[in-house]
């Protein structure tokens, strides 16, 4: 069965300083791969995808990921975090023959001045 | 190019009473999917439609359908509301099938009382 995990609830992480939030899937075939952040009341605002290529995904707002097909790993990374990241984080993967994005159950990030 | 708008913003309704939603996809996309998410949750995919066709269809019961129209716009109902209906309701568009990117809107805050 497919499936995504991400092992935070929370994030904390002072401005300024590198971050790192934390994702890992179970999937058969080949993962598409995403990273979307939700602010609050508001729908998701689509980060970065990876679907094939180089392993290291550069998305909107500064992020990037690394896909890690030894891991089954794909987490989001941004090298300088600002206090406007804070937000919920969420993770999606589908296969490439099927339609459905399986999701994680979110991350808060808190960037704290 | 126009984004996803979904329509209304907020809902309250009774057990019991049948609701529809309402999804206006992106410009230039033909695939509509729905999500239910929960509070506290990620999102649950509930069905996707392709040109006018349903192609995918996660873990929830008949009494939750759906339409797409050939403006690629979409509906999706709930009949016979129960109160764990409530949630965030949310649209995603995408090019043909969604392979490459998801667009969605702000969601459709629904309530059952």
């Known amino acids: 069965a497919q499936s995504v995990a991400q092992p935070e609830d929370q994030v904390n992480v002072a401005e300024g300083n590198p971050l790192t939030v934390k994702c890992t899937y179970s999937?058969?075939?080949?993962?598409?791969l995403f990273w979307y952040v939700q602010y609050p009341n508001r729908g998701l605002q689509f980060l970065l995808k990876?679907?094939?290529?180089d392993n290291l995904v550069k998305g909107s707002y500064g992020f990037e990921a690394e896909f890690n097909k030894s891991q089954t790993s794909f987490h989001l990374k941004k090298p300088s975090a600002l206090v406007s990241d804070s937000a919920l984080y969420f993770c999606?993967?589908?296969?490439?023959?099927?339609?459905?994005?399986?999701w994680g159950a979110g991350t808060k990030l808190i960037i704290k001045p | 190019e126009t984004g996803v708008t979904q329509s209304p913003t907020h809902l309250i309704k009774t057990r019991g009473q049948q609701v529809t939603l309402r999804c206006s996809s992106q410009?230039?996309?033909?695939?509509v999917s729905w999500y239910q998410q929960a509070l506290g949750q990620g999102p649950q995919f509930i069905f996707q439609?392709?040109?006018?066709?349903?192609?995918g269809r996660g873990n929830f019961p008949p009494r939750f359908s759906g339409l797409q129209f050939p403006n690629y716009s979409s509906e999706l109902n709930v009949n016979a509301l129960e109160l764990d209906d409530s949630a965030l309701y949310l649209c995603?568009?995408?090019?043909?099938?969604?392979?490459?990117?998801?667009?969605f809107g702000s969601g459709t805050r629904l309530t059952v009382v």
């Open positions: 995603a568009s995408s090019r043909d099938g969604g392979g490459y990117g998801y667009t």
């Open positions: 410009s230039g996309h033909n695939t």
């Open positions: 439609y392709y040109r006018e066709e349903e192609n």
């Open positions: 999937v058969s075939g080949n993962p598409y």
């Open positions: 990876y679907i094939t290529g």
């Open positions: 999606a993967v589908r296969r490439d023959s099927n339609y459905q994005l399986i």
